[in-house]
């Protein structure tokens, strides 16, 4: 079963445009970790943030910010005024140490953003 | 410090052979894990080795496997290549578990099997 849902495939924006990215999640787990990355063209993935299960705070890092809501199993992320830098695909991961599988990470399909100038 | 580092980065093999990929972490990183990316089964998780032992495996087959040397370095090899295990490679390396445990992703090797 998929743990990690993305249901956006792609979303296109013009630049400047916010742009704001569905992840859902799926675990029994008390304690969990949910990550974002980015994939650029050139296949390297990124790491953006990481957030526990026990810290529902949002977070902001300059034009980035996610909104982590426990109730409804979302970690959304948004990018605020896109550039043409932002574009790539965009994963959220999920981790389930209680599992002992620190080095596991569930990844969701991924949505790809296109920023056009 | 340096990041993580995987060779090659381009291979092109044929049904039958083997190959032998190779990823070296981030210094004083213990934990490498390898995950296969293809268009149609998306990101997904091989094995972690941790101190020279796997720690996990996902749910690919016995042709599929790793070590990690005493350095941390790890490899991973495919035997009897089919078509279908063209993909991108990725290998990550973390600290190994804790509040710690990000994993931090090189470039990856790129497999094409003909």
């Known amino acids: 079963a998929q743990k990690v849902t993305q249901a956006q495939t792609e979303i296109s924006v013009v630049e400047k445009e916010d742009v704001t990215l569905d992840c859902v999640y799926e675990t029994r787990d008390t304690t969990y970790y949910l990550f974002w990355y980015k994939q650029p063209p050139s296949g390297e993935l990124v790491f953006l943030i990481r957030?526990?299960?026990?810290?529902?705070q949002n977070e902001i890092s300059g034009r980035y910010s996610w909104n982590f809501q426990k109730s409804t199993s979302s970690f959304n992320f948004t990018i605020t005024a896109s550039q043409v830098v932002d574009s790539a695909v965009y994963f959220c991961a999920l981790s389930e140490p209680d599992k002992d599988s620190w080095g596991k990470l569930q990844f969701g399909a991924g949505t790809q953003v296109v920023v056009t100038p | 410090k340096a990041g993580v580092t995987q060779t090659p980065r381009y291979l092109i093999k044929t049904r039958g052979q083997q190959v032998t990929l190779s990823c070296s972490p981030i210094?004083?990183?213990?934990?490498v894990s390898w995950y296969q990316q293809t268009p149609g089964q998306g990101l997904q998780f091989l094995f972690e080795?941790?101190?020279?032992?796997?720690?996990n495996k996902g749910n690919f087959p016995g042709r599929f496997s790793g070590r990690q040397f005493s350095n941390s370095r790890s490899e991973m090899n495919v035997s009897t290549l089919e078509l279908g295990d063209s993909a991108l490679y990725l290998c990550a390396s973390s600290t190994g578990g804790g509040v710690e445990g990000e994993q931090f992703f090189g470039p990856g090797t790129r497999l094409t099997v003909l």
């Open positions: 957030r526990n299960s026990f810290d529902e």
């Open positions: 080795y941790f101190s020279e032992t796997q720690r």
């Open positions: 210094s004083g990183h213990r934990s």
